[in-house]
């Protein structure tokens, strides 16, 4: 089995050997629903002059930026977090020896939360707001471009509230995730604002369920909400043309992740009205129903424990299942991973992830590039 090495960086720099021998453990969690979080755990000891020796250095200071990279084996770094410190926690025993200091960081989009602001976006389609509002925090934007939502004299898009939790709202009304994570080789922030990918190419990890010595994963287990898709049914008025503006999203729109997609399996399908969306034409409901309706279909959700040997698992990601049966296996799509690093070189990712079909496509590659 491949080991793990990890190299912590505060305000871009490496961080100094007594911190780095001071490690106990470091958390990170990633998902693609919340912020990422980053806690280190370090081990603090009295000074000749009474002083702790972690704490009397005042390195983690309010947002100073933290990131964190890991290696398996002989492979290439890969940047796991980049985030910004906003709370350290000791904690003094009566026992010799024990006391602590935890450090919490979040990811960039703890920034966007800071200031809740009011502001018009004048003619412009939540795509370009979106790239917009990523760059004011040097972000890199991924964007899947979107059509205009309201143009002057109609209207315009308005904005009242922090900036992730507006481009938040922005991404639900078009059946986007909204997230931020650090580019593997250079660490530098990215940010999605776009649909989850297709199911296509090598996957990032092949897991192994009940496959004897071939077995990879730990307390595989996948949960089938039944009857949670659902179909979504709105209507508006245009009250200038006194005119009804239907909007209807019978199924979903996004590519199936398996054979068959879970909406169709469901006779007779659940319906959907969904009310006081404050949106009045077809053109600016029907994005948001047919958002519902492609969220809704994510409806088989996996979950399991991995080691170093799979490489180090992203959110966002194409995990191939096989060993779960005809129904269960097949690919998933990664929304969230928990990795746990000890000083000792111990390594596990505790790892969700969902599908919006069952079975197989007979596509589905198994083998993972690293």
């Known amino acids: 089995m491949p080991g793990i090495t990890f190299t912590l960086l505060f305000g871009f720099a490496p961080a100094p050997p007594e911190v780095v021998d001071a490690v106990q453990n470091i958390e990170v969690e990633s998902s693609i629903d919340e912020a990422s979080v980053c806690r280190v755990r370090l081990g603090m000891g009295k000074t000749l002059l009474g002083d702790w020796n972690i704490l009397e250095q005042d390195l983690f200071r309010p947002l100073v930026p933290l990131s964190l990279r890991l290696t398996t084996g002989i492979g290439l770094p890969e940047a796991v977090f980049s985030g910004y410190v906003i709370q350290q926690s000791a904690s003094f025993p009566n026992q010799p020896g024990d006391a602590v200091l935890e450090i919490t960081a979040l990811d960039a989009t703890h920034l966007m939360n800071l200031q809740e602001k009011v502001q018009p976006w004048l003619n412009m389609p939540d795509s370009a707001i979106a790239a917009a509002i990523f760059g004011q925090y040097g972000i890199v934007p991924q964007v899947q471009p979107t059509a205009p939502q309201l143009v002057e004299p109609e209207g315009s898009t308005i904005q009242r509230d922090t900036d ?100 169709t399996r469901v006779l007779p399908p659940p319906t959907l009205r969904p ?96």
């Open 275 to 370: 009310a006081d969306l404050g949106l009045f034409t077809t053109g600016e409901l029907q994005p948001a129903v047919q958002a519902i309706v492609d969220d809704s279909s994510w409806a088989v959700e996996a979950q399991g424990t991995v080691g170093p040997d799979v490489g180090v698992l992203r959110p966002g990601g194409v995990l191939n299942v096989r060993g779960a049966g005809r129904l269960l296996s097949g690919s998933y799509y990664a929304t969230r991973v928990a990795h746990s690093i000890d000083r000792n070189g111990g390594y596990t990712q505790r790892f969700q992830a969902r599908r919006n079909a069952v079975g197989m496509t007979g596509t589905e590659l198994y083998f993972a590039p690293f």
């Open 164 to 263: 992730i939790q507006f481009l938040k709202w922005l991404a639900r009304r078009n059946g986007f995730q909204c997230y931020v994570q650090p580019e593997p080789v250079s660490g530098v922030a990215q940010a999605y604002f776009k649909p989850p990918p297709a199911p296509a190419g090598p996957p990032q990890a092949v897991l192994n369920v009940a496959m004897g010595p071939e077995t990879n994963v730990d307390g595989f287990r996948v949960s089938y909400a039944m009857t949670r898709p659902t179909a979504a049914i709105a209507a508006g008025l245009d009250v200038a043309a006194k005119a009804p503006q239907p909007a209807l999203a019978p199924a979903s729109l996004q590519l199936p992740w398996g054979l068959e997609p879970s909406l």
